[in-house]
């Protein structure tokens, strides 16, 4: 199983970018999907989570980042909007996913960090 998160990059404040994170391989379910973010010299970040239908943000995002899930594609994305200097950051997902072995567990993945730029 592999995690794959995409969808960084440069962007003015006030802008938008639209984060993906995609599992691929032998997955029975996906369950919680966290995003996390990590800015230089900084501790690493909770951001935005989902399990389930319920959703969890940081305070810092409320009202700006909204986490959804694609069911179908495996994906989680986040719309991140009015987006402002101080979230610049590396973003990467975390997430617990139930694996076809032979049998089914449950494990924890981490996908590789997006980078997120905003000039100000």
């Known amino acids: 199983v592999q995690l794959q998160a995409s969808g960084g990059g440069l962007v003015q404040a006030g802008g938008s970018l639209r984060l993906s994170c995609a599992a691929s391989?032998?997955?029975?379910?996906?369950?919680?999907v966290d995003w996390y973010r990590q800015a230089p010299g900084k501790q690493r970040e909770l951001v935005a989570g989902?399990?389930?239908?319920?959703?969890n943000y940081a305070d810092s995002v409320k009202g700006r980042f909204t986490i959804s899930r694609d069911y179908a594609k495996n994906t989680v994305y986040l719309q991140m909007n009015m987006l402002k200097p101080e979230d610049t950051a590396v973003y990467s997902c975390?997430?617990?996913?139930?694996?076809?072995?032979?049998?089914?567990?449950?494990?924890?993945?981490w996908g590789q960090g997006t980078l997120v730029t905003v000039s100000s």
């Open positions: 975390n997430a617990d996913i139930t694996v076809r072995t032979p049998v089914l567990t449950t494990r924890n993945y």
């Open positions: 391989g032998s997955i029975f379910s996906i369950n919680t």
């Open positions: 989902i399990s389930g239908g319920r959703t």
